[in-house]
């Protein structure tokens, strides 16, 4: 019996992107058209608009008209909901059998799917982390080392990486009752898997463009809602190994 092809889903949640969409299409674009014919595997982009007020939105149903060969999936919310929402409306939608998600800036290359593809299955989650650590401010530095090591101690202290790129198989992440609506959600996956699915750590360089701008998540309201979504995931923990116990009495 033959292999079944493997299959992607990459999901890109945005807002007011206009001056790099156009670019992020086409690069990304490309960059499965050359990977998918060297390594065989089927792909589609899932693109959820977060409520843009510029032209991101016309950018990518323009790039869907031109490109009707790439399978090319468009949700808009009318209003900002957030990075959360948008990213559980991403993993609603996608159809293929491995996810995961790429922002505007790409930090992923897509040309190194050669490196992924071979540790996908269904058992497994494939975690990339950064091969090395590089951050142009000292801030920035300080605030991804702080995020880094609270919830590596609180939820899963031999991850190496909770916010590069992940990859999971699809019917995983789209049974998982996602609690979080912040930039947590990854650690829940990761932190919920245990007992359910294997992890594959895999080093990969961390790609940070030479434009990089502000990140729009570093801001008080989303490190407040992080907060908030820490406090309930280990709550809603506590809670779940408390049940399990007295299951066993």
């Known amino acids: 019996m033959d292999k079944k092809k493997i299959s992607v889903s990459m999901i890109t949640f945005f807002y007011n992107e206009e001056d790099e969409m156009g670019d992020y299409l086409e690069t990304v674009a490309k960059k499965f058209e050359i990977m998918a014919e060297k390594l065989d595997f089927e792909y589609e982009m899932v693109m959820v ?6 032209r991101s939105k016309k950018i990518v149903e323009a790039f869907t008209e031109q490109h009707k060969d790439i399978k090319i999936i468009l949700h808009s919310y009318p209003v900002n ?18 996810v995961f998600w790429n922002d505007v800036d790409m930090h992923f290359d897509i040309l190194d799917m050669d490196k992924i593809l071979p540790h996908l299955d269904d058992k497994t989650i494939v975690v990339a982390y950064k091969d090395s650590l590089m951050y142009k401010k000292r801030a920035s530095w300080i605030v991804s080392r702080t995020n880094y090591y609270l919830l590596k101690f609180i939820f899963y202290p031999s991850i190496r990486d909770f916010q590069f790129v992940q990859f999971y198989p699809r019917e995983y992440v789209q ?4 609690i979080s609506r912040s930039s947590l959600i990854p650690c829940e996956l990761l932190t919920r898997s245990k007992g359910v699915k294997s992890v ?8 940070s463009p030479p434009h ?32 399990k116990v007295m299951r066993k009495t």
């Open 49 to 54: 608009d977060d409520g843009s007020t510029d």
């Open 175 to 178: 049974h998982a009752k996602i």
């Open 212 to 243: 990089r701008r502000k990140s729009k998540c570093l801001n008080a309201k989303n490190v407040a809602f992080t907060l908030r979504d820490i406090s309930r995931l280990k709550f809603k923990m506590i809670q779940e190994s408390v049940d």
């Open 200 to 207: 594959t750590q895999v080093p990969l360089h961390y790609y």
């Open 81 to 98: 909901k957030g990075i959360g929402n948008a990213l559980v409306e991403g993993l609603r939608l996608c159809n293929n059998d491995y």
